[in-house]
């Protein structure tokens, strides 16, 4: 079985990872010229199945109405983007009751959990990525922040999301470099086993590991259309005009499987939300190292802090409704700038002027919060995208799913929640 996978990034990557385990023929195809360019470069670097709930949360549309026009928004709607949200955007509010926010972020747990599992084999089979395991840190600053978060961990506790409640002291201890802004915490919680990497490592130790394995990479190879014969996928057209034939098409290009699904006659209801991070380098222009150790979250900043390698520190936050806007604004540059040094002043003083690099991608969004993963209404034709922010976290797992779908085998957990004949016409 000669399988396309469309889209370098993570996704894509892992999903051929698993095809090739299956006994497929992969060929891969992406229109960057180097794996893991866009959305999956200079992503939070974290794995977290403790934070892998949906963004819209219950309250939600109250939120984004309340935003409108706040440049410094932790999620923000652009008002150009509104008319391309509006089907879409009903779903989205209609998905963030309770009863459905907390049923999508279950499902979105078991699928971090087994990732993290499947990354763990991955390492020991040679795709070294500077993983590290030291959980994560959620910083509280008032004792209401401390109840929320107190209530929500022991809600997640019993699903495997386990967790520890840190003093001030404690929380200093593990985490030197947040000493001097001490007074202003009052502690945090520690979730174990989220777990920290250089995501743009693993996309080329994963495609060197596939090469090797005789997976057939195009790089710089744009794809412009799906070809279909009776109603079924029977190959690609590329940009070149070349239109080679495979047994079944994956569509893993993020945000951009929806407009080359509609090429194929399939409306998938994925949409892309803007983030932005920072990559700073760990050495002060002293040479002296302040940075932090473990990823840290500030809720109350909208930001999470997390090293990466030995010498970088990545910082994200924001979720921006824009649509395929990639322009870097200033603004939303400067207020990430201006929350770290909230966070980290020392370690933000010390550091070389100019030093931070500014990096935007596009998440790919579905309405409900959960992938899409499998097989679609058009015969050989497949989708994994609509990982939104849980991207890396479940990157593995979705490449498994996406495989066993492919080639109609056993899946080591439930399927159905993430499956895209959930949303209509799919």
């Known amino acids: 079985m000669h399988v396309a996978v469309i889209g370098a990034g993570l996704a894509g990557l892992s999903a051929a990872h698993y095809l090739c385990a299956g006994g497929a023929e992969v060929s891969i195809f992406e229109r960057e010229v180097e794996v893991g360019l866009m959305t999956s470069s200079r992503n939070g670097s974290l794995l977290h199945p403790s934070m892998v709930e949906p963004w819209n ?12 026009g706040n440049s410094d928004a932790a999620m923000l709607l652009r008002l150009h983007a509104l008319p391309g949200l509006i089907g879409w955007g009903m779903r989205f509010v209609r998905e963030s009751s309770s009863k459905r926010f907390h049923a999508n ?13 499947l990354m763990k084999t991955l390492g020991d089979e040679g795709v070294q990525y500077h993983a590290y395991r030291r959980g994560s840190l959620v910083v ?26 840190l003093s001030r002291d404690e929380l200093v201890a593990l985490e030197p470099a947040l000493a001097p802004i001490a007074g202003e915490l009052i502690g945090a919680t520690h979730q174990r086993d989220d777990e920290g990497g250089d995501p743009q490592r693993f996309a080329e130790a994963l495609a060197a590991t596939l090469q090797a394995r005789g997976v057939t990479l195009h790089l710089g190879q744009a794809i412009e259309r799906i070809t279909l014969n009776s109603g079924r996928v029977s190959g690609l057209q590329l940009a070149d005009g070349s239109q080679p034939r495979f047994d079944a098409v994956v569509l893993a290009a993020a945000a951009w499987s929806a407009p080359l699904a509609a090429t194929a006659g399939l409306s998938v209801p994925v949409k892309p939300v803007k983030g932005y991070s920072l990559t700073l380098p760990r050495q002060g222009a002293d040479g002296t190292d302040r940075a932090p150790r473990t990823p840290v979250v500030d809720p109350s900043l909208h930001m999470a802090v997390i090293p990466v390698g030995d010498d970088r520190v990545r910082v994200a936050g924001t979720a921006e409704f824009t649509g395929f806007d990639l322009s870097i604004r200033p603004e939303r540059v400067a207020n990430l700038t201006r929350l770290v040094t909230q966070l980290y002043p020392q370690y933000m003083a010390a550091l070389p002027a100019n030093a931070a690099e500014p990096w935007t991608g596009l998440r790919p969004m579905s309405p409900d919060g959960v992938a899409l993963i499998g097989a679609t209404r058009v015969p050989g034709l497949y989708l994994n995208t609509g990982q939104g922010h849980t991207g890396w976290t479940v990157a593995a797992a979705s490449g498994q799913l996406l495989a066993c779908a492919v080639l109609n085998q056993s899946a080591s957990i439930d399927a159905r929640p993430y499956s895209p004949r959930r949303f209509a016409g799919l």
């Open 140 to 165: 509280l600053r008032s004792a209401e922040a401390l109840a929320k978060a107190r209530q929500w961990r022991e809600w997640l506790a019993p699903h495997g999301v386990p967790f520890s409640l």
């Open 105 to 117: 972020t279950l499902a979105n747990v078991a699928l971090a959990r087994h990732s993290l599992a």
């Open 57 to 68: 949360e219950p309250g939600v549309l109250g939120t984004l109405l309340r935003n409108l």
